[in-house]
């Protein structure tokens, strides 16, 4: 298969199809020009496969060969020859991965020009200024991109050029100034490499393509694709495309434009544009822009071409699209479209919408598969509470939701503040890709300069992260800021409101706005979707939190953790003294002291889930969670001393210390050395479901028992429960129905399911030990240095932690669930790990055939779509 395909190239199938060869701005490219016919610039992609290969193994055999002929053929189609002394084609490079990943990678513009070319461009365009602006950008981004220069050698230059001109906006800088600074940025490039700057434009074509190949790796783009969940080795494609220019002259322009508001969902134009200017200048912020309803005054034909085009974009694809345009003396030119990355509020409406849609319309389940876990998240964001708030600046809401944090002014010292657990707001003249690690920290994020379009405003979307972009009033300088008489200096708290574009100074108090009409209407049809297939259920310990899963849409509890229940300062004691007991009544009593507690909880909780299943784990954790540190005791011992009281305590925790507690004396090993214990909590549980009987109420009791790995270990652990069962019921008029069950939380356990069945009348995976104990990490000790510098090698696709590895934990699950049911065909099989709120976990629970899932309150919506997508993907 050939490494370069031309953008009018007749694939067999529908380019937009093609995103794994061409990367989604190539194909989308080939799309509008071989399919839409709309005016776009000739050029050609460089696919992924070259990437791969340049990646693995160098610089791919042939490569040049098929470059050097499609740059012939580009040739022909415009009339010119690139690097031609007397009319010169141009070119752009850029990037083009198969997702979207706005600004992570490179780009060259006006690639081909030299000393004599530009002289050629001059000539034939009459406008020495202009010849001689593009040369110096081609020079920086060359000198930066592809050689490596900082950036800010080239900055500095140009500010000594505008000073010297008197002027303050880069447009105003003369052609004698430039033609000088041209001269000046050739002398960094020969100093910084010790070679001039090249004239060959195939040699600059090479290095173009080479650094954004490089560029796939560079730190940026590995930290938004570790942040984004995106497969390290995809590559990029690269696009090589004829320039057309929007800095030519007050004719001329570029911008940036949306089928529809993404923020709001809102049909309709929404986009920036400039006037004489070139796309960096739009997306980078360097220029505050115009709203796209302006270009109705100053291009009115421009204007009604744009969103003529715009309507077809949005019904060929079905979908809001992003594009990206330029106007050249008058002509419109389409450089690229792309399904646009939208908020929330915005999905949940378009997708709605849609559905309704009088031309066209998408389906409900279309719909569904469009909502991402981020644009339910964003429903949700917290927004300002308090009023007659201290508004020192105001921008452009680039992206909803409020956030309060302390202000710092670059990326890396918002990370380092971040680490030390300080809530951060970045705060930057403008956000670049070399922010990126400061932004994915950050509570929120604010930029003096920038529109709705720009770096900071698109990722911020993206991730759902509230913004304020384009606050002019807000002056930076240094380490600190002035806006509304006032200064704010790093570390001072602020609030900005990405949903109005105020800046607040101080800390605002913060609220959960209700969610748009939309989220219960898409949910409902989720739960139509997945009805009888796959439960929602919520991990919830207490009262308040299983009446508050219930309102977000749990249908039972999965997992209700006993030994929260201990934690609490009124039982903490009770549970040491029966830690501390020396006598089998000493024990006893501090039992029943426990029992009266733990059954006021669980009647909470039974109220709150009425008629829908409660799973009540059994205490796991070890029993020197509930005692205080040896170390510290240790050290008091050795500094003041210890009260009588604490000796006990620290002579109790040696006892009950161990080397590898998380594989110790947990769980159902409990049980068996201190049976008394787990009687307790099932005569608790018991007499709290008899009690909701007499209200009338229906309690649905399921009793875990943790840790099993033995078909005899369950056989004697069930044995305790049931006797717990028939003397708590003993005298009840009713029977109350009681399932038991065991968590899969060993590798041993999921292989060995098939005997662990006989004895069990549901699994459910625990799949947080289950990964901890396949991959031998400690998700304590694991998740910072180590896992962070094993996904940046790609030694591991995905924290594990987060989403199921599907070759390790994943296939345990499917075999235990598979040896399970063939053992109890009726076998109820669900999972309580932090997996059950991912949704990609989430679609391999639905493959395996689990009945349930269950998850955090909040994330309960987020499970409840993910689950019906997944079902909708397997029946597909």
Same mark, same amino acid.
């Given at each position: ?14 380019? !937009? ?52 002929? +499609? ?43 030299? =000393? ?10 009459? =406008? ?12 920086? !981004? ?97 696009? &090589?495309?004829? !320039? ?70 949005? +019904?060929?694809? @079905? ?9 050249? +003396? ?93 809530? &951060? ?172 507690? +733990? ?45 009588? /009281?604490?000796? /006990? ?12 507690? !998380? ?34 109420? @229906? ?178």
């Amino acid at each position: 298969m050939p490494f370069v395909f031309s953008f009018d190239h007749k694939h067999r199938k529908p380019p !937009m199809s093609l995103k794994d060869l061409l990367g989604g701005k190539g194909a989308n490219l080939a799309e509008m020009t071989s399919v839409l016919g709309l005016p776009v610039p000739p050029g050609f992609t460089i696919t992924t496969n070259a990437c791969r290969a340049a990646m693995h193994g160098g610089w791919p055999e042939g490569l040049d060969g098929e470059v050097t002929r +499609q740059v012939k053929k580009l040739e022909k189609a415009m009339g010119k020859r690139l690097g031609d002394a007397a009319d010169p084609l141009l070119v752009s490079v850029r990037s083009g991965a198969k997702f979207s990943m706005p600004g992570m990678m490179d780009t060259v513009l006006n690639l081909g020009l030299n =000393d004599e070319s530009v002289e050629g461009l001059a000539n034939q365009t009459s =406008d020495e200024r202009f010849a001689y602006d593009s040369y110096r950008r081609f020079i920086s !981004m060359y000198g930066r991109i592809v050689q490596g220069i900082e950036g800010q050698e080239f900055d500095r230059l140009l500010e000594q050029a505008k000073d010297a001109d008197g002027v303050t906006a880069d447009a105003e800088v003369s052609a004698p100034a430039l033609k000088k600074l041209v001269g000046r940025y050739q002398e960094v490039v020969e100093r910084h490499t010790g070679a001039p700057f090249p004239q060959d434009p195939a040699d600059q074509l090479r290095g173009a393509i080479d650094a954004v190949f490089r560029s796939w790796s560079g730190p940026r783009a590995v930290a938004y694709r570790n942040r984004e969940h995106i497969p390290h080795d995809l590559g990029t494609a690269v696009n &090589v495309q004829a !320039m057309v220019f929007g800095n030519r002259d007050d004719n001329s322009g570029t911008g940036v434009g949306f089928t529809r508001d993404p923020a709001t969902g809102a049909k309709g134009e929404y986009g920036d544009f400039l006037v004489n200017a070139q796309g960096e200048d739009v997306v980078a912020g360097i220029r505050n822009t115009e709203p796209l309803s302006a270009l109705k005054a100053k291009f009115p034909k421009i204007h009604k071409e744009l969103l003529g085009i715009f309507e077809r974009l949005e +019904q060929h694809y @079905r979908d809001m699209c992003d594009t990206e345009f330029t106007i050249e +003396q008058g002509k419109l030119w389409m450089l690229q479209t792309r399904v646009g990355k939208r908020t929330g509020p915005a999905a949940l409406r378009m997708a709605v919408e849609m559905t309704k849609g009088r031309t066209w319309k998408i389906t409900r389940e279309e719909a569904l598969r469009r909502i991402t876990a981020d644009h339910l998240d964003q429903v949700l964001h917290p927004q300002f509470a308090g009023k007659n708030l201290n508004v020192i600046a105001k921008g452009l809401p680039a992206s909803p939701g409020g956030a309060v944090g302390r202000a710092y002014f670059t990326a890396d010292g918002a990370a380092e503040a971040a680490a030390r657990g300080e809530r &951060v707001v970045l705060v930057r003249s403008e956000t670049s890709p070399e922010d990126v690690h400061g932004m994915i920290v950050a509570e929120g994020i604010l930029t003096a300069r920038g529109g709705l379009v720009s770096h900071a405003a698109v990722v911020a979307r993206g991730w759902g992260k509230p913004a304020v972009v384009g606050a002019e009033a807000v002056k930076i300088s240094g380490a600190s800021f002035t806006a509304g008489g006032v200064r704010v200096n790093e570390g001072d708290f602020i609030s900005v409101n990405g949903t109005t574009g105020e800046v607040v100074l101080g800390e605002v108090e913060l609220s959960t706005i209700a969610p748009p009409p939309e989220f219960d209407l898409i949910l409902g049809w989720a739960d139509k979707v997945r009805k009888g297939k796959m439960a929602v259920r919520a991990n919830a310990d207490t009262g308040p939190d299983a009446a508050n899963a219930r309102q977000f849409g749990a249908e039972g509890i999965g997992l209700c953790r006993t030994e929260h229940m201990f934690l609490g300062e009124d039982r903490l004691p009770i549970v040491r003294a029966m830690i501390l007991a020396d006598t089998p009544e000493e024990e006893a009593a501090a039992l029943e002291k426990l029992l009266a507690a +733990q059954k006021a909880d669980f009647l909470a909780i039974l109220e709150a889930m009425d008629g829908l299943p409660v799973t009540v784990r059994l205490l796991d954790p070890p029993l020197h969670e509930f005692l205080p540190s040896t170390e510290e005791l240790a050290v008091k011992e050795a500094t003041s001393g210890l009260s009588a /009281e604490e000796k /006990e305590l620290y002579a109790a925790a040696r006892t009950w210390h161990e080397f590898n507690p !998380m594989l110790g004396t947990r769980g159902v090993r409990l049980g068996v050395v201190k049976p008394g214990l787990y009687a307790m909590q099932v005569r608790a549980l018991m007499e709290a479901a008899a009690e909701r009987v007499k209200a009338k109420g @229906r309690p649905v009791i399921e009793i875990m028992i943790p840790l099993t790995v033995t078909r005899e270990e369950l056989a004697l652990a069930r044995s305790w429960v049931e006797d717990a069962v028939s003397e708590a019921t003993s005298g009840a008029k009713k029977r109350i129905a009681v399932q038991i069950g065991t968590m899969i939380e060993t590798p041993r356990a999921a292989l060995r399911a098939d005997e662990i069945a006989e004895e069990s009348d549901f699994f459910s995976f625990g799949t947080n030990d289950l990964t901890q104990m396949t991959f031998g990490f400690s998700r304590d000790d694991v998740e910072g240095r180590m896992m962070s510098a094993y996904l940046e090698l790609g030694l591991l696709k995905r924290n594990p932690f987060e989403t199921i590895d599907p070759d390790g934990v994943g296939e345990l699950v499917k075999i235990g669930s598979q040896r399970g049911r063939a053992t109890k065909p009726g076998l109820k099989l669900g999972v309580c790990g932090e997996h059950g709120g991912d949704t990609e976990s989430i679609s391999l629970f639905a493959d395996a055939g689990l009945d349930y899932v269950s998850c955090s309150p909040f994330r309960i919506p987020i499970a409840r779509l993910a689950a019906a997508q997944a079902i909708l993907a397997t029946t597909s």
